[in-house]
């Protein structure tokens, strides 16, 4: 139960420096869980963690102790492997067991362990199959597998569950969420599924193009992005952005738009009236949009629905506001039809603004 | 006809070309071989004049102690050499699979000795080996040890290092080519799974290339029976019978001892050997996956 520590990590594949400067504190038996989009980093970063990548600059400390000169074998962890890295010549059961036979454990206690995590991913009927003769999601599962029955104190997942349905995908983030809580080890997780990021992680941290762009509690990414693009990346569906100008009409602060003019109130308007200048980005997320046709039209936004998909109990609209589009969730009940203009009321608390420049928040 | 018919024939419409040559080629060559021993031929004869004798060459061989010493001296050269062959080229190959400056350059030296003429190599050799003006014993000479009888005392010693040195790049490359083709991703695995070096080597690597090394190896096997060239030029046979390889053995069957049929029937016995060794293997291959299956479906049984 570790703590772990990236020191100002760099990784440099000859002239190109793919991560500037990780800097992240992880504590004891924490769910770390790394989201970003696509060859943004993540894999680099939890393969240094492993040892697989030299650290071109930087240091990784354990428990205050540097390691990156030490060997993979030598950091006590185990690994998912995006592409699984499955031994093709061993089947399931000695994939599984490999790690504790090269350590020379009693065979009772190996054969009892491979049962054990097997059933727990459910490949109690595969145990003799070669990984050749598995599905994707089989083979991941067994990827799975082999880093449980391993146990040591770091586990490291590169997107271990993207390659199941959607039941087993479920099935599989309760069973690691239990685990995470039973076994207090430290994982870093990497995911592109936001619910997999919101339901598992301790601490989110979000990447894009190798820098680190804000790290915090799920609820914190979620109410209180930094910038833009954690904004738009934490949540889903993701936040709507409207382009406007703070403007300050009868002792009031708006943001004025294309088809809107939205009151700020409190600390927010407090805010947009000290800000450097008037050009801003409007955040709001569709589920701070509440249908209301009665909402005054300061704290509403007025749209044209263009599209309704129906996803069960919610669905999602999407409208247009002026030239900009606009997501809602709404509840399935609600009567809306296409081509309508209708009022939505902005919840207060939901309302992000941003810099229109340098994307930051005010 | 109907088209599925036309379809089902198409493949075997591509392949009669092939399958013609095939027969003319490889076939006709072969059964002038297998009539041609069962004639006492002289090489002033054509096939048709010579006598009828049956099996009475194959006898004649069978009763010859030159032909099992001969036999024994083939044996004893192709396993050693393929042994040796297969530990160096593989262990070269384990040694050098890295991204080093300069690796490139390294390796195509080690494949140089491949693209030598045999009668090249064997010359050389043959004055390396030099019993006065050599390199070695020249070279054992200022060092103040005696000089080792290359050619004579020790001449199968002395070919089948020739040999190792010339073949065993062959055996690099293939295992290099296979090494270099393993996904990268399980060794990986294997390395946060705790395998030391030695381990990832006895573990993932070696079983992971051993399809490609079991045909390696039979492909040096099969050339090492047949050698000739380097032999004949580095000690012909000598001494005595200590070199004399069938390969080299049927040449001067033929050539010196004019006997065409013992020739052929000589020809058929290295065959014929070549053709046991290389059915045991796959037998064995077949063996193996055979009791692996037996093993699994048993083990499913029982779950
Ligand atoms: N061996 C390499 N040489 C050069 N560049 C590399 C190498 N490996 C990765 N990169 C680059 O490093 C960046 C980060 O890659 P990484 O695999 O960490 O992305 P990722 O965040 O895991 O993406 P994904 O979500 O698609 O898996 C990418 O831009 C990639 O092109
Ligand atoms: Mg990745």
């Given at each position: 139960?570790?703590?772990?520590?990236?020191?100002?990590?760099?990784?440099?594949?000859?002239?190109?420096?793919?991560?500037?400067?990780?800097?992240?504190?992880?504590?004891?038996?924490?769910?770390?869980?790394?989201?970003?989009?696509?060859?943004?980093?993540?894999?680099?970063?939890?393969?240094?963690?492993?040892?697989?990548?030299?650290?071109?600059?930087?240091?990784?400390?354990?428990?205050?102790?540097?390691?990156?000169?030490?060997?993979?074998?030598?950091?006590?962890?185990?690994?998912?492997?995006?592409?699984?890295?499955?031994?093709?010549?061993?089947?399931?059961a000695?994939n599984?067991?490999?790690?504790?036979?090269?350590?020379?454990?009693?065979?009772?206690?190996?054969?009892?362990?491979?049962?054990?995590?097997?059933?727990?991913?459910?490949?109690?009927?595969?145990?003799?199959?070669?990984?050749?003769?598995?599905?994707?999601?089989?083979?991941q599962?067994v990827?799975?597998?082999?880093a449980?029955?391993?146990?040591?104190?770091?586990?490291?997942?590169?997107?271990?569950?993207?390659?199941?349905?959607?039941?087993?995908?479920?099935?599989?983030?309760?069973?690691?969420a239990?685990?995470?809580?039973?076994?207090?080890?430290?994982?870093?997780?990497?995911t592109?599924?936001?619910?997999?990021?919101?339901?598992?992680?301790?601490?989110?941290?979000?990447?894009?193009?190798?820098?680190?762009?804000?790290?915090?509690?799920?609820?914190?990414?979620?109410?209180?992005?930094?910038?833009?693009?954690?904004?738009?990346?934490?949540g889903?569906?993701?936040?709507?952005?409207?382009?406007?100008?703070?403007?300050?009409?009868?002792?009031?602060?708006?943001?004025?738009?294309?088809?809107?003019?939205?009151?700020?109130?409190?600390?927010?308007?407090?805010?947009?009236?000290?800000?450097?200048?008037?050009?801003?980005?409007?955040?709001?997320?569709?589920?701070?949009?509440?249908?209301?046709?009665?909402?005054?039209?300061?704290?509403?936004?007025?749209?044209?629905?263009?599209?309704?998909?129906?996803?069960?109990?919610?669905?999602?609209?999407?409208?247009?506001?002026?030239?900009?589009?606009?997501?809602?969730?709404?509840?399935?009940?609600?009567?809306?039809?296409?081509?309508?203009?209708?009022?939505?009321?902005?919840?207060?608390?939901?309302?992000?603004?941003?810099?229109?420049?340098?994307e930051?928040?005010? | 006809?109907?088209?599925?018919?036309?379809?089902?024939?198409?493949?075997?419409?591509?392949?009669?070309?092939?399958?013609?040559?095939?027969?003319?080629?490889?076939?006709?060559?072969?059964?002038?071989?297998?009539w041609?021993?069962?004639?006492?031929?002289?090489?002033?004869?054509?096939?048709?004049?010579?006598?009828?004798?049956?099996?009475?060459?194959?006898?004649?061989?069978?009763?010859?102690?030159?032909?099992?010493?001969s036999?024994?001296?083939?044996?004893?050269?192709?396993?050693?050499?393929?042994?040796?062959e297969?530990?160096?080229?593989?262990?070269?190959?384990?040694?050098?699979?890295?991204?080093?400056?300069?690796?490139?350059?390294?390796?195509?030296?080690?494949?140089?000795?491949?693209?030598?003429?045999?009668?090249?190599?064997?010359?050389m050799?043959?004055?390396?080996?030099?019993?006065?003006?050599?390199?070695?014993?020249?070279?054992?000479?200022?060092?103040?040890?005696?000089?080792?009888?290359?050619?004579?005392?020790?001449?199968?010693?002395?070919?089948?290092?020739?040999?190792?040195?010339?073949?065993?790049?062959?055996?690099?490359?293939?295992?290099?080519?296979?090494?270099?083709?393993?996904?990268?991703?399980?060794?990986?695995?294997?390395?946060?799974?705790?395998?030391?070096?030695?381990?990832?080597?006895?573990?993932?690597?070696?079983?992971?290339?051993?399809?490609?090394?079991?045909?390696?190896?039979?492909?040096?096997?099969?050339?090492?029976?047949?050698?000739?060239?380097?032999?004949?030029?580095?000690?012909?046979?000598?001494?005595?019978?200590?070199?004399?390889?069938?390969?080299?053995?049927?040449?001067?069957?033929?050539?010196?001892?004019?006997?065409?049929?013992?020739?052929?029937?000589?020809?058929?016995?290295?065959?014929?050997?070549?053709?046991?060794?290389?059915?045991?293997?796959?037998?064995?291959?077949?063996?193996?996956?055979?009791?692996?299956?037996?093993i699994?479906?048993?083990?499913?049984?029982?779950?």
């Amino acid at each position: 139960m570790p703590t772990i520590h990236l020191d100002h990590l760099i990784k440099r594949y000859g002239d190109v420096e793919v991560l500037h400067g990780i800097e992240l504190e992880m504590a004891d038996h924490e769910f770390t869980v790394l989201v970003g989009p696509s060859g943004c980093g993540k894999s680099t970063t939890l393969r240094m963690v492993a040892g697989l990548e030299d650290v071109s600059d930087g240091e990784i400390y354990v428990d205050g102790k540097p390691v990156s000169h030490l060997e993979p074998k030598d950091r006590d962890l185990a690994m998912v492997f995006q592409d699984y890295a499955l031994y093709p010549h061993m089947n399931v059961a000695q994939n599984i067991s490999f790690a504790l036979r090269l350590a020379r454990r009693p065979k009772a206690e190996v054969d009892a362990k491979v049962k054990e995590v097997a059933a727990t991913v459910g490949l109690t009927e595969f145990l003799h199959r070669k990984p050749g003769a598995l599905s994707g999601g089989q083979r991941q599962r067994v990827a799975m597998a082999r880093a449980l029955a391993k146990d040591s104190s770091i586990f490291l997942f590169d997107e271990p569950l993207s390659n199941l349905d959607a039941k087993l995908r479920g099935q599989m983030r309760a069973e690691l969420a239990v685990m995470s809580q039973r076994v207090q080890k430290n994982m870093i997780y990497v995911t592109h599924d936001q619910i997999e990021a919101m339901t598992l992680a301790d601490r989110i941290v979000v990447m894009h193009g190798g820098y680190i762009q804000q790290q915090g509690t799920p609820e914190e990414l979620f109410k209180h992005p930094v910038n833009k693009f954690v904004a738009g990346f934490v949540g889903s569906p993701p936040m709507n952005f409207l382009h406007g100008d703070i403007e300050e009409r009868d002792g009031a602060t708006f943001v004025h738009g294309d088809g809107f003019a939205l009151k700020l109130e409190g600390a927010k308007a407090e805010a947009a009236r000290t800000h450097t200048h008037r050009n801003t980005i409007l955040g709001v997320r569709p589920s701070d949009l509440r249908f209301d046709p009665e909402a005054p039209s300061e704290t509403a936004l007025t749209l044209d629905v263009m599209v309704s998909e129906y996803v069960g109990a919610q669905s999602v609209l999407l409208c247009k506001c002026g030239s900009e589009d606009v997501m809602v969730e709404l509840n399935s009940e609600t009567p809306v039809a296409m081509g309508q203009t209708l009022k939505f009321a902005v919840n207060p608390n939901g309302v992000h603004l941003f810099d229109s420049e340098n994307e930051t928040a005010i | 006809m109907s088209i599925a018919r036309a379809n089902r024939l198409t493949p075997y419409f591509f392949m009669a070309p092939a399958v013609v040559i095939m027969a003319i080629a490889l076939l006709y060559p072969l059964g002038y071989m297998v009539w041609g021993s069962f004639k006492d031929w002289d090489p002033s004869q054509s096939i048709g004049e010579a006598e009828f004798v049956g099996l009475k060459n194959y006898v004649t061989l069978w009763n010859d102690p030159n032909f099992w010493e001969s036999a024994s001296v083939t044996l004893r050269f192709a396993f050693f050499v393929v042994s040796f062959e297969m530990v160096l080229g593989v262990g070269l190959a384990l040694l050098l699979d890295r991204n080093i400056r300069g690796m490139s350059v390294l390796r195509t030296m080690f494949i140089l000795p491949m693209m030598i003429a045999p009668v090249v190599v064997g010359l050389m050799w043959r004055y390396m080996y030099h019993p006065t003006v050599g390199t070695f014993n020249r070279t054992l000479d200022s060092l103040g040890i005696p000089g080792v009888d290359w050619l004579g005392q020790h001449a199968l010693t002395s070919v089948i290092i020739a040999d190792i040195w010339q073949w065993t790049p062959f055996i690099f490359i293939l295992a290099l080519a296979a090494l270099q083709s393993l996904p990268r991703s399980a060794l990986e695995a294997a390395r946060i799974d705790g395998a030391t070096a030695w381990q990832q080597i006895w573990y993932i690597k070696l079983p992971l290339m051993m399809p490609v090394l079991i045909v390696t190896g039979l492909l040096r096997l099969i050339d090492a029976f047949k050698v000739l060239e380097v032999i004949l030029v580095m000690t012909e046979g000598g001494p005595g019978l200590s070199t004399e390889i069938l390969a080299l053995r049927i040449s001067r069957t033929a050539t010196e001892f004019r006997e065409l049929g013992v020739a052929a029937a000589l020809s058929n016995y290295l065959l014929l050997m070549l053709l046991a060794f290389t059915l045991g293997m796959f037998g064995f291959t077949r063996w193996q996956e055979a009791r692996a299956a037996k093993i699994r479906t048993a083990d499913e049984e029982d779950a």
